[in-house]
């Protein structure tokens, strides 16, 4: 639905216009209209973890249609039934609508061939990925090795940073540390914004929330995850941060027992030097486990936070008597992720026309551009400029009489319809 306002209101065209200049001095100027145009088929990723957002009819689909583009989609293993299922619906959604043959293709297969043979097709002109960063980077190399360069927008890995300033935390750590351990392990903690890294400065305040956080994830049930796959890599990256030298793990979930697959949810404290000589400690560890790191100072926690790599989130819990330090941290996280919130978790992405869901890599493979939000369209576009074109030759949105109605810049003003 939001894409489908996204197309009638037409503000994704860009539509610009520079009308003629015949008399200008010392030479004229021809008559320049811009609007944007698809950039041609999309190949797209269901995501293992998102069996509809992120799959057969989610956000890349949406955002890659709504711009113009046939879309084919390679089904993840992980859900073939709902990936068939969500497929023919779109399919008969085509054929009732009139919709050319091809404007949507489902592709199902085991293994890696079929992905990189499509990437590699050169009737592909862009890729959307949802994945781990091995998946992503190994997409961008078969992108890049083509004849034709293609751009591949990959969402891969993110820890996503929670910095407890101190008036906050000595407020209502016991409150935070419950909102923290809800978030860690929400959906078995699956989500590609699970706030993987918690960074305060040390003293009693923290140690308070790090006692109530281990008392509230050792209350966790263990969840099923949604893959064999997903539950080996993440007892995987649990043991790797866990035999780490400094790191110590102060909390765990409940057992699984005898159920199959089933995440275990993890706390780990360390300190911010360890973390500063520790690469590792930046991995994700894609499941309901978090790394508490203890700073000596604000100078400390802003060195630790110009260290860390491209997030797609970042979140602040201050009071208005943190807004000083709140200040010097923020551009260090301008630039280093896509969405700084306050005073809540990042698990939870709003659709809307103001979401970013991207950041700098390894977040993402393009931090410009957004997997999620009205502005995802802008991914599968490109555009045209029409120098002294016939009025009847013209894009619809760039004619004089303007007959879909698109609001357009006409020689710097904005016109309404």
């Known amino acids: 639905r939001l894409f489908a306002q996204v197309v009638r209101d037409g503000h994704f065209l860009r539509a610009t216009i520079d009308t ?60 073939l ?13 085509a054929e009732r609508l009139d919709m050319p043959e091809g404007v949507f293709s489902l592709l199902i297969g085991a293994g890696r061939d079929i992905g990189e043979a499509l990437v590699a097709h050169p009737g592909i002109k862009a890729v959307g990925f949802t994945g781990s960063r091995q998946g992503g980077l190994a997409l961008l190399r078969i992108a890049n090795s083509r004849h034709e360069p293609i751009p591949v927008y990959a969402e891969m890995s993110s820890i996503n940073p929670v910095f407890l300033l101190p008036r906050a935390l000595s407020a209502r750590a016991e409150a935070l540390a419950q909102g923290f351990a809800d978030s860690l392990t929400m959906g078995a903690g699956q989500f590609c914004t699970n706030p993987g890294l918690v ?41 790797q941060v866990g035999a780490l030298e400094g790191v110590e793990r102060v909390a765990s979930g409940a057992q699984a027992g005898g159920q199959a697959n089933a995440a275990q949810a993890a706390l780990y404290v360390t300190d911010a030097q360890r973390l500063l000589r520790t690469p590792e400690l930046q991995a994700e560890m894609f499941g309901p486990a978090s790394v508490v790191v203890k700073a000596r100072s604000l100078d400390e926690l802003l060195q630790v936070a110009d ?111």
Not at 81 to 93: D, F, M, N, P, Y
Not at 201 to 229: C, E, N, W, Y
Not at 402 to 413: T, Y
């Open 307 to 417: 260290l860390l790599e491209g997030q797609l989130t970042a979140t602040l819990h201050l009071d208005e008597g943190d807004h000083s330090a709140a200040r010097r941290l923020l551009p260090v996280l301008e630039r280093k992720c896509g969405r700084i919130l306050a005073n809540g978790f990042p698990t939870g992405v709003e659709v809307c026309h103001a979401m970013v869901h991207g950041g700098p890599f390894p977040a993402t493979s393009n931090a410009m551009y957004s997997s999620v939000g009205s502005s995802a369209i802008d991914r599968f576009l490109r555009p045209v400029c029409y120098q002294d074109i016939a009025d009847e030759l013209l894009p619809a949105a760039l004619q004089q009489a303007n007959p879909q109605g698109v609001w357009r810049l006409v020689d710097g003003a904005m016109e309404q319809p």
């Open 81 to 93: 039934g709902t990936s068939e299922l969500v497929g023919r619906a779109i399919q008969k959604a």
């Open 20 to 79: 003629a200049q015949p008399e200008r001095q010392p030479a004229p100027r021809a008559d320049l209209r811009l609007a944007k145009i698809p950039l041609g088929p999309v190949a797209v990723f269901g995501a293992s973890n998102f069996p509809l957002a992120f799959s057969v009819a989610g956000g890349d689909t949406a955002s890659a249609l709504a711009a113009g583009a046939p879309v084919i989609v390679k089904a993840h293993s992980a859900h």
């Open 199 to 239: 960074l305060a400065i040390d003293g009693p305040d923290l140690q308070r929330f790090v006692t109530a956080a281990g008392k509230a994830l050792s209350a966790k049930a263990a969840q099923t995850m949604l893959t064999p796959g997903i539950h080996a890599a993440y007892e995987s990256g649990r043991a």
